[in-house]
C-alpha cells in the first residue's frame, strides 16, 4: 500500500534513508522523475542510494501511471516520491484511489519561486497545482519530519494571499 506520497526535491538523501524510512516502516521507494528515470547514470545513483531494507523503482510520470495500481494493492509499505507537485497533481488526477494526503517536504529555491515555509519554495504553477490538489479533498501539508510541527496548506495559501 502507499503509506507516504511525498515531494521532496532532493529525492533520496540522508534525511529521507534516515528518518522518511524508519518513521513510515518503508519497504519500497517508487520515484517518479522523467529526468530521473531517462539518465542511466543517476537512476543508478539513486538505485545504490537506496539502504539495503528497502527496494527502489524509478519511472517517468508516464511509466508510472500503468503500474501505480499494484503499489497501491500491495502489502509492503511503498513511499511514492517526486520532485515536483505538478507531478503529484498529476498523479492524483489518474489515480483518484490513491491514499488522500500529500506530504510536501522540502523544495529548494530557484529563480521565479515563492518561500512557502522555512523549507520549501513554490512556483506559480506548483502553487496552482497544490491548490488543485487541495480542491480534490487531498490534504496537503508541509514538514520535513514526523516529529516537527505540520503546516497544512490552508495556513500557507492564506499567507500567499495576505502577504
Request: glycine fraction near 2%; charged fraction near 25%; charge should be negative.
Amino acid at each position: 500500500m502507499i503509506t507516504l506520497i511525498r515531494v521532496d526535491d532532493r529525492l533520496i538523501h540522508g534525511q529521507c534513508i534516515v528518518r522518511v524510512l524508519a518513521d513510515f516502516k518503508i519497504e519500497k521507494i517508487v520515484i517518479v522523475d522523467d529526468f530521473t528515470a531517462s539518465n542511466p547514470v543517476l537512476k543508478n545513483v539513486f538505485l545504490l542510494a537506496t539502504p539495503p531494507q528497502a527496494k527502489s523503482v524509478i519511472f517517468s510520470v508516464e511509466e508510472t501511471k500503468p503500474n501505480l495500481l499494484q503499489f497501491i494493492e500491495n502489502n509492503e509499505n511503498v513511499l511514492l516520491l517526486m520532485r515536483s507537485p505538478t507531478v503529484a497533481l498529476e498523479l492524483f488526477k489518474s489515480h483518484p484511489q490513491l491514499k488522500m494526503e500529500l506530504n510536501i517536504g522540502p523544495i529548494s529555491y530557484r529563480p521565479d519561486t515563492i518561500k512557502v515555509t522555512s523549507y520549501t519554495y513554490l512556483s506559480t504553477e506548483e502553487i496552482e497545482a497544490v491548490n488543485e490538489i487541495a480542491e480534490r479533498r487531498v490534504r496537503v501539508y508541509f514538514n520535513q519530519t514526523i516529529d516537527q510541527k505540520i503546516i497544512e496548506w490552508n495556513e500557507v495559501k492564506n499567507l500567499l494571499r495576505s502577504g
